[in-house]
């Protein structure tokens, strides 16, 4: 179980540099390794951040936090994905 001061440091980190963020509810997941075929239960949880613009310093910065993140979390991999919103 991950402590919830690290969910909160990561809250605090992402509110300043984007300044908003909404957070997933933690919900149980399930995945298996495809190097050794074990099977490991986890609680994912995670963010969504809107950001005016994907520009390089802002790619450099996401793909640093990236690399803090699975060692603050002690994870494998970090999931991070972008897409384009238009709001209406």
Request: proline share 3%; net charge negative; aromatic share 10%.
């Amino acid at each position: 179980m991950v402590e919830e001061s690290k969910f909160l440091v990561t809250k605090d980190e992402i509110v300043d540099r984007f300044k908003a963020i909404s957070a997933l509810t933690p919900t149980p997941g399930t995945w298996i390794d495809e190097n050794d075929g074990t099977r490991h239960e986890d609680i994912i949880a995670g963010f969504f951040v809107d950001v005016d613009s994907l520009d390089e310093p802002t790619l450099d910065w996401i793909t640093k936090y990236k690399a803090t993140l699975a060692e603050r979390f002690k994870q494998k991999v970090i999931y991070i994905s972008t897409q384009e919103v238009n709001i209406l």
